[in-house]
């Protein structure tokens, strides 16, 4: 920790007196007064709108119509009966899982290398989480001009390597949910790697000397020492990227726009409420999404509250 | 057959390693800046040009002069700095309270937090127009700061709870022998410690605020009110692809964060660690 550690603190001796001075307030006050502004926030922000969210997901509510009319669970009985419903479901759960395992991957590996001591370490580190740290719609405008058919970089790499060849269009319906996997996973693997980069460096090293010097090689060291150490980590990071993932609005729509192909639930959402005006429908499926997401939660602090019971 | 068994030691394959992912990751801000700064005639000549001998910075000068950036640069600054200022003050005040005393429901609360810090930020942006309507704050930047400084809220007190419990109690103690009060204890001896967590949650609670394009679109509706990535957007969608306009503008929007970064990353990484994931 910091060294201006007040010097007194460690030779003060004696006792402490706590119970000689006499509270004037019950401490336990102290504690409530003090959460009490962040309670607020996050009750009048998150709290407060979902119970709104709840009641607008049972009524008919439209934009532009001025009558609102429960209609019980119609929202959701429409639903489960709509086909684009489950096929933005199947897309949701696709673009989750194809980038939550290439950026754990992906993530290690670069962790692992700025792990090592190398000259320009810092900048190196910088350069990578920087994708991470800029905003999504940066992140959409630099590639869509990189993957641009006609004067893109991409485009003209693919014609000097290929020469005769033509560069599919990156951009277009076939391909653009590919591209946007591509391009969330260069986003969001920094996440990956600060993560495990710092369960790292409290990977106790005399360990990994120890191993060394059996002769043990670097694969097996790997397998053998590292992963181990990093698994509960990598288990909590699967769990957190994946609500992340699941939930992603911004590099989805500034990149890839609202098309079948990529209409994602969080996408449907915004377009049935903004795009359709349609409140109710939309506020269901809002809540499917807040549903979803508690149960995720839940499981996400089940195995985080079993892993600190592990290693106590 | 030496070659591949050369490349195959492990300081070649840090250097290869590290070579392959410094240049995927800086190609494209290269390609950015690069492409911010080349006269019209670069701009689409065949095979492309990846230098250019005459910048010219007339796409910055446009961006500036007509596009109203400085306005929404300074609508993103009050509103992110805003948001990470009260979102740390209330934070660390709960993370204090969180982590000194005792009270029914305090282990509740760090439950239910974590809970909050899963939000979808989607999920909530509706019902929140609909409240900020009847509150008369759309379009201010008041909303805006309690809106993004809501959710941080979340992630920084996770954040910040390791730190504050690692700061042993007897320094406090010490403090009150000395005749602090709570307050002057918290403010003296507690805060200092606790430095490195904080600047590692202003930047992630600013970053939040910085990048984020959903509340804004949804929450701001007036012009001059709106934010960068959504004033981005709009310029996108305006702009009928005038790239050198475009990436002059992710050039200018982006890179101050970086060296910003660049100053505070050995922060980020411990405060991270300490933190959020462990």
Redesign the interface.
């Known amino acids: 920790?910091?060294t201006?550690?007040?010097v007194?603190?460690e030779t003060?001796t004696g006792p402490?007196?706590?119970a000689a001075?006499k509270p004037r307030m019950p401490?336990?006050?102290?504690?409530?007064?003090?959460?009490i502004?962040?309670?607020v926030?996050?009750l009048?922000?998150?709290a407060?709108?979902?119970v709104?969210?709840a009641r607008?997901s049972l009524t008919d509510a439209h934009a532009y119509l001025p009558r609102i009319n429960d209609i019980g669970l119609g929202n959701f009985a429409n639903l489960a009966a709509s086909p684009q419903f489950w096929q933005s479901l199947r897309t949701t759960l696709l673009y989750a899982v194809l980038t939550v395992v290439i950026q754990l991957v992906l993530g290690v590996?670069?962790a692992l290398?700025m792990h090592?001591n190398?000259r320009g370490r810092?900048?190196?580190?910088?350069?990578?989480?920087?994708?991470y740290?800029?905003?999504?719609?940066?992140v959409a405008?630099?590639?869509r001009?990189?993957l641009e058919p006609n004067?893109g970089?991409y485009s003209?790499f693919v014609r000097?390597v290929l020469p005769g060849a033509d560069a599919v269009n990156l951009l277009s319906p076939t391909w653009i949910f590919a591209s946007l996997v591509v391009v969330s996973v260069?986003m969001y693997t920094p996440f990956v790697v600060?993560?495990v980069?710092?369960?790292l460096?409290?990977v106790d090293p005399s360990v990994i000397e120890a191993s060394t010097v059996d002769g043990a090689g670097?694969w097996r060291r790997f397998w053998h020492i590292i992963l181990p150490e990093l698994s509960a980590?990598l288990l909590?990071?699967a769990l957190?990227r994946f609500?992340f993932m699941f939930?992603k609005?911004?590099i989805v729509?500034?990149f890839a726009g609202t098309g079948q192909e990529v209409r994602t639930l969080?996408l449907l959402?915004?377009q049935t409420?903004?795009g359709e005006s349609r409140?109710g429908a939309?506020?269901s499926l809002?809540m499917v999404?807040?549903v979803l997401?508690?149960v995720?939660?839940t499981v996400?602090?089940k195995t985080l509250h079993r892993r600190s019971e592990d290693t106590e | 057959m030496s070659t591949l068994k050369r490349l195959t030691q492990p300081r070649y394959v840090l250097a290869i390693g590290i070579v392959i992912v410094v240049a995927v990751n800086l190609f494209p801000f290269y390609w950015m800046v690069l492409t911010s700064v080349k006269p019209g005639t670069e701009l689409f000549s065949n095979p492309p040009r990846f230098f250019t001998t005459m910048p010219d910075f007339g796409a910055y000068v446009r961006l500036i002069e007509s596009t109203g950036f400085l306005t929404y640069a300074k609508n993103s600054v009050i509103i992110s700095t805003g948001a990470t200022l009260l979102s740390i003050a209330v934070s660390a005040m709960a993370a204090y309270g969180l982590t000194r005393f005792k009270f029914p429901g305090s282990k509740a609360f760090t439950t239910g937090i974590l809970y909050a810090y899963t939000f979808a930020p989607i999920v909530v942006v509706v019902p929140l127009y609909g409240l900020f309507r009847d509150l008369g704050l759309i379009n201010t930047y008041g909303g805006m700061i309690l809106a993004y400084a809501s959710f941080g809220v979340p992630f920084s007190m996770w954040l910040l709870r390791p730190f504050f419990n690692s700061i042993p109690k007897e320094l406090e103690e010490a403090a009150f022998l000395d005749g602090a009060n709570r307050v002057k204890s918290a403010w003296y001896v507690v805060l200092p410690q606790a430095t490195p967590g904080i600047i590692a949650v202003s930047v992630f609670t600013f970053l939040l605020a910085w990048e984020d394009y959903l509340f804004a679109r949804v929450l701001i509706t007036d012009t001059n009110m709106k934010t960068l990535p959504v004033a981005l957007h709009d310029l996108q969608n305006a702009s009928l692809q005038d790239w050198p306009l475009l990436m002059a503008a992710a050039a200018l929007v982006s890179l101050p964060v970086l060296l910003a970064f660049l100053y505070l990353q050995k922060y980020l990484i411990a405060g991270w660690g300490a933190g959020a994931i462990k």
């Open positions: 920790m910091l201006d550690t007040p007194r603190a003060g402490p007196l706590k001075r401490q336990w006050f102290w504690g409530v007064l003090l959460v502004p962040s309670a926030l996050v009048g922000v998150i407060v709108p979902i709104y969210l607008l590996v670069v290398l090592q190398f810092g900048v190196v580190r910088l350069i990578a989480i920087a994708p740290m800029i905003p999504a719609i940066i405008l630099v590639w001009w990189l004067n970089a003209w000097t260069w600060i993560s980069l710092a369960r460096q409290t670097p980590v909590t990071l957190l609500m939930t609005f911004d729509y500034l969080p959402t915004f409420i903004f409140l939309g506020a809002a999404m807040f997401l508690v995720f939660t996400y602090l």
